[in-house]
């Protein structure tokens, strides 16, 4: 009698090639790092414990600040020339802005859009290609987005990328500075 049953070892030894080679993540996926969801603040009396003793409207909220994280989104399988983009770009933001990376205004983050918790990006943000994007959050929402296309072009010359990657960030972070107060204006 004749099985008909079909050998495993074929699907294994391909599932085996995309487990090697899906090991590049980045440090915030490896350490399960920091999630962009805010915690809500808890009111004054909330905090005091004296919510039922005078009504008080609430004052309204302040507004929300704003967050910017740059991304780079990649694919599982990777060409030198990416993973060249991904390290020159990084290099850039963590030496160019590293102030504003330990105060948590600005963020790195490295995702892999073929996984399904990050695939919603390549419609969020029109992607065909691996990319930097930098984004600008007012409060939990995306208030607008930059992808950085020329990273690609500049990858040969890696002190105009890196100025390219500097300049657009700094830019980029100035859209989320309040104005200063004028003092002269009448009031």
Known sequence: MLSTRRPTCGLFIPLLMMTLLTGCRDSAEETGAVSDTAV??????EATGSVGEEAHPPAPPPPAESSFTAYYFHWTIRCQTCLEIEEMSREAISTSFADQLARGRLRWRAHNMELPEY???????????????????????????????????LVEEPWNLEAYVVEETRQFLSLGESPASDESTPG
Do not use: C, I, N, Y
């Not at 809500?40 to 009396?45: G, I």
């Open 40 to 45: 809500p603040a808890r009111s004054e009396a």
């Open 119 to 153: 695939a919603h990006f390549l419609e969020d943000f029109d992607l065909s290609t691996p990319s930097l994007v930098l984004v600008r959050r007012q409060g939990e929402m995306v208030a607008e987005w930059k992808v950085l296309q020329r990273v690609w072009d």
